[in-house]
């Protein structure tokens, strides 16, 4: 199957610094990803959908100044997390699909877990 | 709104019996529909996917769903549940055949009794 990666695994920041994630699909050309935030014992919130050299379309409720999307080609996407709060901690996951996936299925990233102290 | 509803946070199983895992769907069009199981702090993988090419569908480690439309449901089975089956598993559904946006369910968390 597909592979998405993410980096970095797990990244603890100060309160008030930005953090950048990245996403990307190793073996395939993904025209849109999604992200996602899933806190303790929850399951997955759709935060935003990043189709390639288009703006994100995000979740209502979303700050999209706040958590800033770019898809700038077909195979990366990030999410910085900016001037970042300890309520910004959860693990966030990113997902791509393609119209050459059967169903327009999603493949996952193995997520990163932030930390903010 | 279109979703889908998982039933019981919680499933424990002793090794050997089966799992059943429950899950309904509201909509008005037969969807796309997704179960994915997720080991604690790493990513969803797919276990199956239903997309209307058969009711009954097997997918990895065991596992398989039947997709009844009469009952709007999508429950996953596996026959012999083994000690690696505890994970989280999540059904998603994809109910709009031009959004590419799934819809998960609250999930289910299995535990597997020795």
């Known amino acids: 199957g597909a592979v998405v990666s993410q980096h970095p695994s797990r990244v603890i920041c100060k309160s008030g610094t930005s953090v950048k994630i990245e996403c990307r699909s190793l073996?395939?050309?993904?025209?849109?990803m999604f992200w996602y935030r899933q806190f303790p014992k929850k399951s997955l919130m759709l935060m935003a959908t990043?189709?390639?050299?288009?703006?994100?379309?995000?979740e209502q409720g979303v700050e999209k100044d706040k958590f800033l999307i770019n898809h700038a080609s077909l195979t990366l996407s990030t999410l910085t997390v900016t001037s970042a709060h300890p309520e910004d901690s959860s693990f966030y996951i990113c997902s791509a699909t393609s119209p050459g996936l059967a169903a327009y299925e999603q493949y996952f990233g193995p997520g990163t877990r932030l930390t903010v102290t | 709104a279109q979703s889908v509803t998982q039933l019981g946070s919680h499933v424990s199983v002793s090794e050997g019996a089966l799992v059943l895992l429950r899950c309904n769907y509201s909509s008005s069009v037969p969807p796309y529909l997704f179960w994915y199981v997720q080991y604690p702090n790493q990513g969803l993988q797919l276990l199956l996917k239903?997309?209307?090419?058969?009711?009954l569908v097997k997918g990895i480690n065991g596992f398989e769903a039947e997709f009844k439309k009469s009952e709007t449901s999508f429950h996953l089975t596996k026959p012999s549940a083994h000690m690696s089956d505890a994970a989280e598993y999540f059904c998603a559904g994809r109910i709009r055949s031009n959004d590419y946006k799934l819809s998960f369910g609250a999930g289910t968390t299995v535990t597997v009794r020795a």
């Open positions: 990043s189709n390639e050299g288009s703006k994100a379309t995000y």
């Open positions: 239903y997309t209307s090419a058969a009711t």
């Open positions: 073996d395939f050309q993904a025209t849109t």
